[in-house]
Structures are given as C-alpha cells and as structure tokens.
C-alpha cells in the first residue's frame, strides 16, 4: 500500500486547525468581549470629561481633563487595534471551521463507510469514542468535524 502523504499533509494541517479552534477560540471570545467593553466604557468616559471641559472655568482642571481625554483617545485607539486583531483572529477560525463543516456535511458517511473497510483497530476506536461522546459533546459540530478528519487521515494514509 502507498501512502498519500499529500492528503496525509492536508488532513493533519486541517486537524491541526480544529485542535487550535478548540484551544484558542474560548479565549479570543473572551478578549474579544473585555476589549469591546472596555473600549465603549472609555469612550463614554472620554465623553463625560468633555462635557466637564465645557463647564469648567479652572484652566488648571481644563488642562488635566484635556490630557485625560488625550490618553483615553490613545488607550482607546490600541484597544481597538487588539479587538480588532481579536475580530480578525475570530473570522479566521469561523471561516475555516464553516469550510471544514461543509465538507464533513457532505462526506461524513461515505468517509466513515470507507474507513470501517481499513478494519484498523485506531479507526474503531475513533468511531466508538465518537458515537459514545456525540451526545454529551458541548459542541457537538466541532467533534463531528473533529472525527471526520481523523477518519479522513486515517484513509489518506492507507492509500488503496
């Protein structure tokens, strides 16, 4: 039997791709909601300082609330340069996850079928754990995917 270490390559790249999504993605979630909040609750501080310019005749306070306004205008402007990389980050993984779960959709049961006739011991034992987990999966799309490139390697590495 001939390995297809190009298919081999491109399913671990995948798996290697829906391992990291599990991984990072509770914590981009997780930047990704503190930046925001924290971004809005500047700008209304930000706004709130400005109306205090407006009402103070002090020169002094004027000057304090003009510099807390530019540092907020310079936290904010980095803020929202990390949220938006968190954003970016976030997109990445979502578009890859859709492709990845468009392709599981449409050839999950013929990779499985295909994969039960390897009669390799690693192969059973994905499709038992995968349909003894299925149900009490928090995620259960991500494990689908997940199992579907496992079989996928398996099968890209025992070329027929």
Do not use: W
């Not at 999950?108 to 006739?117: I, V």
């Not at 259960?140 to 099968?155: D, F, G, Q, R, T």
Request: with cysteine; charged share 40%; proline share 1%.
């Amino acid at each position: 039997m001939k390995k297809n270490t190009g298919n081999v390559s491109e399913a671990k790249k995948s798996l290697e791709v829906i391992k990291n999504y599990k991984d990072v993605m509770p914590e981009i979630l997780v930047k990704h909601e503190y930046y925001k909040l924290v971004i809005e609750k500047n700008i209304a501080l930000r706004d709130a300082i400005e109306k205090e310019i407006k009402k103070t005749k002090d020169a002094i306070q004027k000057a304090r609330f003009e510099i807390e306004v530019i540092d907020l205008d310079h936290k904010i402007y980095y803020r929202k340069m990390k949220y938006d990389d968190y954003v970016e980050h976030k997109a990445e993984f979502d578009t890859k996850f859709e492709e990845l779960s468009l392709e599981c959709s449409k050839n999950l049961k013929e990779t499985e079928e295909k994969a039960k006739k390897l009669n390799m011991m690693e192969v059973q034992v994905a499709i038992d754990g995968f349909y003894e987990n299925i149900d009490k999966a928090e995620n259960k799309a991500l494990l689908k995917v997940e199992y579907y490139l496992s079989l996928k390697m398996a099968l890209s590495g025992r070329r027929k």
